[in-house]
């Protein structure tokens, strides 16, 4: 007769065949067996796997009989199946030693089934850590819920305010779950990490003496870790360590929200930021936790890119190392090289450097993480495939090291049997076939971990390579003749200048309180930067610029760790700096900037309008609309960003003129769209959707006309939007929400929501400057008008620069319906029938009346030439092609399809208006002036040149100006 350990590997089938009989010594019972899937062979795999399962079956047998008629062990351990079987437990607990006992034999039946089904391979990594996860949590809640009314009844009721109401109430302790228990990713024999908290001083009431809140929470936690940790004759249910609160063992035992609050922000450590990555409440008041964790998001996710977590990552697993190397802890899966802590390194380091940006990263779970990763292509898709499979193999690993005697170990083991059990555990024939598979993960691991988080040796390597020389320079080691003369070596044109500057910086206020680390990271980039810029064409005037950056991150050294670390990143800066002032001062006003740098071929590939959309969607899904601030933080960031990329595409040649002005208008454009709708939503959310005339409800009736340079596609770097706002909905209807207003205050409020957010001074900056004075009647009117209103204004007030204005405008946001209506009226007060002569005098006086107030004033026109307002330059030639439209577009409506000067001149050129050789050598001659303002204004110079430039051009100009405007009348 087979017996049902032959299938087993023989150390194994020996160790149950001597067993067996002492566990069944009446045979197997029939009711282990109720289940369909449990048989002689399972039971006896059971055994051969755990030792654990084997003694809870021998000394427990009418526990695991009451657990599988509670649930048979094939069914999964669901969060809510171990919420009843804990009630049920704690429905008869009477005081607080009964507590003790029902919390610790509910532990052992979930164990035992936890254990079983992971052991056997029912469950897999996930539910295994989900159910000890919610295992953990239900007695965390029982245990509090049953202790809090005790100690209500034993003090009083604490009251303060609550966090989320305001108002005066009763509070509870909020227990915080750090690491693997808030991550939802407990080991099955772990400790867990807590942390207490309340939400506000106050006092207890209804008791014979009242008692600080404080002090009431401090003994509720005191009993809540007795409940869960303490071992008694049934044993522990949880080993506590509540090492993680603020200042450790000896810090208070429960603190308020005010003082969680204010510790992490004045002296919280990076360490305990790694440790908050996966908070999570897991017991008590959530309301009131959420508030506290919201709190607290600031601390952990820094708004800017922070690359000073690869350091503190760094330095924290040097410190393991050095722990592992003293104690022998190679064979540790967790802490050893290529363990589970790598891979959780990994991860977290993109969770504190991107988390403030990336909201989908500020999620808890490493398994989850790993896939936004790699969606979000921070990691190839093999990296991420081979850190997963690396550590469901290790997390699995760790549950057999740990499930075999229900021990909290992460070390591989010695002796044959165990390494027997492990081996059938993981599913191998043997230990040498697991070990070979482990090596090969942990391998990979140890691989990816080295790429991305760099270890310090090789930094420290990196470092040799840099000539002291720069580091004596910086530090001002040598006399000052010998600094000059270095500097002067390698190229530098204004050594005492430099030297001047550099002396400046270090004898700042800003650099001598530094804290160390921080005059650490300074004094090892300080001399990289030298280096670097010894590389550019005028060092000098380099430094210069890029010490206005320096000087911005002072106080923020992790963008120095991004630099040093970051070669590329530090070569693109200088020539970025050396190749424009205007780029050295936004990086230096916005030092978050710099992770473009990161990336050249991005950096010089500016993406189109449709990807510029996308872009910005994928960042905006991550803040809620009603999070204005937020959002406005994020625009602001984000039309850097872009702008940046388009500046150093042109400096570099890859943007031609044309391009340059397309791309910025896109980014305007797309802005704008996303301003519009952030806007309209907030409106909406209070009002209501804008009544239409139909009856319907739910869309907007809105549009944004560009005017301008925006009109005219042809946006600048340091452009103004001209704006105007129109809508199409009946005034006399109201809005459908619990708050109606009228369509018209509903619009209007729509127009000042979106001028405040484009225009509004924020940590940022401005998004852009609005300039409304185009809209009919100027200041004095209407800031949004409905369309019939701006028509029969534009019909019957307009003034004629108006109708020029009107040339160069088209929708650039809003609803398509209202702009095409638009598109209508413009196109038919454009070709209204003008008297050519009466217009030619009105557009000459207008001309006239800007040059005198912006123009070069007549005494200093031999020495400059002012490029836009002067006569032959830019406003010339756009007051003669708008000219033009007005006078001919009657006879040729297709003038009026571009609102762009370039494609009017080629228009007027096709119909026969302007002579083809004129439109296109007027065309060439825009181009050259408007190609010098863009290049200008990267060097922070204005429009202003010398007399004697573009000779040629304004020549021409001023003669087709003559034939076409000074012609004598008709």
Not at 752 to 774: F, K
Not at 831 to 859: A, I, Y
Not at 907 to 919: H, T
């Amino acid at each position: 007769m087979s017996e049902p350990w032959n299938s087993l590997p023989l150390p194994l089938a020996d160790d149950v065949s001597a067993s067996w009989a002492s566990v069944f010594p009446g045979g197997l019972p029939g009711w282990l067996l109720a289940d369909a899937n449990v048989s002689e062979d399972i039971v006896a795999q059971a055994m051969a796997r755990s030792l654990f399962l084997r003694q809870t079956l021998e000394r427990h047998p009418k526990q695991v009989r009451t657990l599988l008629e509670s649930r048979l062990l094939s069914e999964p351990t669901t969060p809510e199946y171990l919420q009843v079987r804990c009630s049920e437990y704690l429905s008869e607990v009477t005081d607080e030693p009964g507590l003790h006992v029902a919390l610790r034999r509910f532990r052992r039946e979930a164990q035992f089934r936890i254990i079983w089904r992971d052991l056997l391979r029912w469950a897999d990594l996930a539910e295994t850590m989900a159910a000890t996860s919610a295992f953990a949590e239900v007695c965390i809640q029982g245990a509090l819920d049953w202790l809090n009314e005790a100690a209500c009844e034993q003090y009083g009721t604490p009251w303060g305010l609550d966090p989320v109401t305001g108002a005066e109430a009763p509070q509870s302790l909020i227990v915080i779950g750090m690491g693997k228990l808030g991550g939802r990713e407990l080991n099955v024999s772990s400790d867990i990490d807590l942390i207490f908290a309340f939400p506000s001083k106050g006092e207890t009431r209804g008791g014979r003496r009242s008692l600080d809140n404080q002090q009431f929470f401090i003994r509720l936690g005191q009993r809540l870790i007795q409940a869960l940790d303490q071992i008694t004759a049934d044993g522990f249910v949880f080993r506590v360590d509540m090492r993680l609160r603020p200042y450790g063992q000896s810090g208070a035992l429960a603190l308020s929200f005010a003082a969680l609050e204010t510790y992490y922000q004045d002296q919280g450590r990076d360490w305990e930021r790694y440790a908050m990555v996966k908070s999570r409440v897991v017991a008590g008041d959530r309301k009131a936790g959420e508030v506290l964790m919201e709190s607290l998001r600031p601390f952990v996710y820094r708004r800017y890119i922070d690359f000073s977590a690869f350091e503190s990552l760094r330095s924290m697993k040097a410190m393991i190392g050095r722990e592992v190397r003293r104690q022998g802890l190679e064979n540790n899966i967790k802490l050893g090289s290529g363990g589970i802590r790598e891979i959780e390194f990994v991860v977290q380091a993109f969770q504190l450097i991107r988390g403030g940006r990336d909201r989908e990263l500020q999620q808890r779970e490493l398994l989850v993480i790993l896939k936004e990763l790699e969606e979000l292509e921070l990691l190839p898709s093999r990296v991420v495939n081979e850190l997963r499979e690396a550590y469901v193999f290790l997390r699995n690993l760790e549950h057999a090291l740990q499930g075999m005697e229900d021990k909290q170990t992460q070390l591989l083991p010695e002796d044959e049997i165990s390494r027997a059990r492990i081996a059938v555990i993981m599913g191998f024939d043997d230990w040498p076939c697991c070990q070979h598979a482990l090596a090969l993960h942990r391998e990979n691991v140890a691989t990816h971990f080295a790429n991305i988080i760099a270890t310090e040796e090789g930094e420290d390597s990196a470092q040799t390579t840099l000539d002291e020389g720069w580091c004596e320079l910086w530090l001002a080691e040598v006399d000052e003749a010998s600094d000059t003369e270095w500097l002067e070596e390698h190229g530098y044109e204004d050594p005492a200048g430099s030297l001047g500057l550099l002396a400046s910086l270090r004898d700042s206020r800003t650099v001598q309180t530094m804290q160390t680390q921080g005059r650490k990271r300074l004094n090892q980039f300080m001399p990289v930067l030298l280096e670097a810029l010894s590389e550019v064409e005028k060092p000098s005037e380099t430094l210069s610029r890029v010490l206005l950056l320096v000087e911005a991150i002072l106080r923020r050294t992790a963008y120095m760790v991004l630099l040093l670390e970051n070669p590329g990143a530090r070569a693109q800066l200088v020539s970025l700096c050396s190749d424009s002032p205007w780029i050295a001062r936004q990086l230096a006003e916005t030092p978050l900037l710099l992770d473009e740098l990161l990336n050249a071929e991005s950096l010089y590939s500016p993406p189109a309008r449709e990807e510029l959309q996308d872009d910005l969607r994928q960042q905006m899904l991550r803040i809620s609309y009603d999070d204005l601030e937020n959002q406005m933080e994020s625009l602001r960031h984000f039309k850097k960003a872009h702008t940046l990329r388009v500046a150093a595409s042109e400096l570099k040649g890859t943007l031609p003129l044309m391009k340059v002005s397309d791309y910025l208008t896109w980014i305007a454009e797309v802005v704008l769209d996303h301003v519009v709708d952030v806007a309209f939503a907030n409106l909406v959310a209070r009002h209501g959707y804008p009544g239409q005339a139909e009856g319907a409800s739910g869309g907007t009736d809105f549009a944004v006309i560009g005017y301008g340079k925006l009109g005219g596609i042809e946006l600048g770097y340091t452009s103004d939007l001209d704006l105007v706002f129109v809508h199409t909905a009946d005034p006399e209807l109201t809005t459908d929400g619990d708050k109606p207003i009228d369509n018209v205050v509903f619009y209007t409020r729509l127009g000042q929501r979106i001028v405040h957010i484009l225009n509004a001074q924020t940590p940022s900056g401005q998004l852009y400057e609005v300039d409304m004075r185009l809209r009919p009647s100027g200041n004095s009117g209407l800031l949004v008008s409905t369309l019939s209103a701006f028509e029969k204004y534009q019909r019957n007030d307009a003034w004629t620069w108006e109708h020029q204005a009107l040339a160069r405008a088209r929708g650039v946001a809003g609803s398509k319906q209202t702009i095409a209506a638009f598109e209508t009226v413009r196109h038919d007060i454009l070709c209204q029938k003008r008297d050519k002569d009466s217009l030619r005098q009105e557009v000459l006086e207008m001309r006239e009346k800007m040059r005198s107030n912006l123009g070069t004033p007549e005494s200093q026109r031999e020495e400059t030439f002012h490029i836009k307002h002067d006569a032959g330059g830019i406003v010339d030639m756009e007051f003669m092609v708008q000219y033009l439209m007005l006078a001919w577009s009657e006879a040729h409506p297709e003038l009026t399809q571009w609102s762009d000067n370039i494609r009017q001149m080629e228009e007027l050129g096709r119909a026969g208006v302007l002579p083809v050789g004129d439109a296109e050598k007027l065309r060439e001659a825009y181009i050259a002036l408007r190609s010098s303002i863009h290049r200008r204004a990267l060097q922070n110079l204005n429009s202003q040149v010398a007399s004697d430039a573009f000779t040629g051009e304004r020549r021409y100009i001023q003669s087709v100006w003559k034939k076409i405007m000074l012609v004598s009348p008709a």
